[in-house]
Protein backbone atom coordinates (compact mmCIF):
# COMPACT_ATOMS: atom_id res chain seq x y z
CA UNK A 1 0.00 0.00 0.00
CA UNK A 2 3.12 2.32 0.41
CA UNK A 3 4.12 1.66 -3.04
CA UNK A 4 0.84 3.37 -4.10
CA UNK A 5 1.06 6.09 -1.67
CA UNK A 6 4.28 6.91 -3.04
CA UNK A 7 3.49 6.56 -6.91
CA UNK A 8 0.82 9.90 -6.05
CA UNK A 9 3.37 11.34 -4.19
CA UNK A 10 6.13 11.35 -6.60
CA UNK A 11 3.49 12.09 -9.75
CA UNK A 12 2.67 15.34 -7.72
CA UNK A 13 6.17 15.64 -7.33
CA UNK A 14 6.93 15.36 -11.05
CA UNK A 15 4.37 17.83 -11.81
CA UNK A 16 5.68 20.60 -9.16
CA UNK A 17 9.29 20.89 -10.11
CA UNK A 18 11.35 23.43 -7.92
CA UNK A 19 13.56 25.90 -10.74
CA UNK A 20 16.59 23.96 -9.50
CA UNK A 21 14.85 20.49 -10.45
CA UNK A 22 14.01 21.99 -13.47
CA UNK A 23 16.97 23.23 -14.50
CA UNK A 24 18.99 19.82 -13.53
CA UNK A 25 16.12 17.77 -15.18
CA UNK A 26 16.88 19.66 -18.73
CA UNK A 27 20.20 17.84 -18.57
CA UNK A 28 19.66 14.50 -17.34
CA UNK A 29 16.64 14.07 -19.29
CA UNK A 30 16.54 11.67 -22.25
CA UNK A 31 20.20 10.32 -21.79
CA UNK A 32 21.86 13.46 -22.24
CA UNK A 33 24.56 12.96 -19.95
CA UNK A 34 27.00 10.68 -21.44
CA UNK A 35 23.77 8.41 -22.42
CA UNK A 36 23.16 7.67 -18.71
CA UNK A 37 19.56 7.22 -17.92
CA UNK A 38 18.02 9.17 -15.14
CA UNK A 39 14.22 9.25 -13.42
CA UNK A 40 13.03 12.22 -11.39
CA UNK A 41 11.12 11.98 -8.48
CA UNK A 42 11.63 7.92 -7.92
CA UNK A 43 10.50 6.24 -4.94
CA UNK A 44 13.15 4.04 -2.87
CA UNK A 45 12.50 2.49 0.72
CA UNK A 46 9.61 4.82 2.22
CA UNK A 47 11.29 8.11 0.89
CA UNK A 48 10.56 10.02 -3.55
CA UNK A 49 14.39 10.76 -4.61
CA UNK A 50 14.55 13.97 -6.40
CA UNK A 51 16.33 12.04 -9.30
CA UNK A 52 17.87 8.31 -9.38
CA UNK A 53 19.96 6.67 -12.10
CA UNK A 54 18.63 2.77 -11.56
CA UNK A 55 21.64 1.44 -13.49
CA UNK A 56 24.28 3.20 -11.58
CA UNK A 57 22.66 2.85 -8.00
CA UNK A 58 22.83 6.28 -7.57
CA UNK A 59 20.45 9.13 -5.97
CA UNK A 60 20.60 13.13 -6.41
CA UNK A 61 18.89 14.98 -4.02
CA UNK A 62 18.69 18.82 -4.33
CA UNK A 63 18.59 20.60 -1.32
CA UNK A 64 16.95 24.44 -0.42
CA UNK A 65 18.30 25.88 3.21
CA UNK A 66 15.31 24.31 5.08
CA UNK A 67 17.94 21.21 4.63
CA UNK A 68 21.03 22.98 6.56
CA UNK A 69 22.12 20.93 9.15
CA UNK A 70 18.61 18.72 9.14
CA UNK A 71 19.12 15.80 10.97
CA UNK A 72 16.03 14.07 9.26
CA UNK A 73 18.30 14.17 5.92
CA UNK A 74 20.77 11.84 7.45
CA UNK A 75 18.30 9.04 8.43
CA UNK A 76 16.94 9.52 4.97
CA UNK A 77 20.07 9.01 3.49
CA UNK A 78 20.82 5.88 5.80
CA UNK A 79 17.41 4.42 4.39
CA UNK A 80 18.15 5.23 0.41
CA UNK A 81 21.84 3.59 1.20
CA UNK A 82 20.23 0.59 2.72
CA UNK A 83 18.27 0.25 -0.28
CA UNK A 84 21.25 -0.14 -2.06
CA UNK A 85 21.92 3.59 -3.40
CA UNK A 86 24.21 6.28 -2.85
CA UNK A 87 23.32 9.36 -2.31
CA UNK A 88 24.48 12.66 -3.81
CA UNK A 89 23.05 16.37 -2.39
CA UNK A 90 23.77 19.46 -4.04
CA UNK A 91 22.26 22.97 -2.22
CA UNK A 92 19.28 24.72 -4.96
CA UNK A 93 21.78 27.57 -5.44
CA UNK A 94 24.31 25.55 -6.34
CA UNK A 95 22.67 24.04 -9.42
CA UNK A 96 21.17 27.40 -10.45
CA UNK A 97 24.36 28.99 -10.72
CA UNK A 98 27.21 26.66 -11.11
CA UNK A 99 25.38 23.92 -13.31
CA UNK A 100 28.40 23.08 -15.19
CA UNK A 101 29.91 22.30 -11.48
CA UNK A 102 27.21 19.80 -10.73
CA UNK A 103 27.07 17.65 -13.81
CA UNK A 104 30.77 17.17 -13.49
CA UNK A 105 30.04 15.91 -9.80
CA UNK A 106 27.29 13.98 -11.03
CA UNK A 107 29.60 12.22 -14.16
CA UNK A 108 32.57 11.77 -11.12
CA UNK A 109 29.89 9.74 -9.08
CA UNK A 110 29.19 7.87 -12.47
CA UNK A 111 32.92 7.12 -12.97
CA UNK A 112 33.11 5.53 -9.62
CA UNK A 113 29.89 3.82 -9.69
CA UNK A 114 31.24 2.35 -13.20
CA UNK A 115 34.47 0.91 -11.63
CA UNK A 116 32.78 -0.60 -8.70
CA UNK A 117 31.03 -2.75 -10.98
Known amino acids: MAEKRLT ?4 KLRRDMTDAERRLWTHLR ?3 LEGVKFTRQY ?3 DFVVDFACRSARLAIELDGGQ ?3 NPADDARTQVIEAHGYRVIRFWNNDVLQNTDGVLIA ?3 ELKIARNRT
Open 106 to 108: ILE
Open 67 to 69: HAD
Open 30 to 32: ASQ
Open 43 to 45: PIG
Open 8 to 11: GIAR
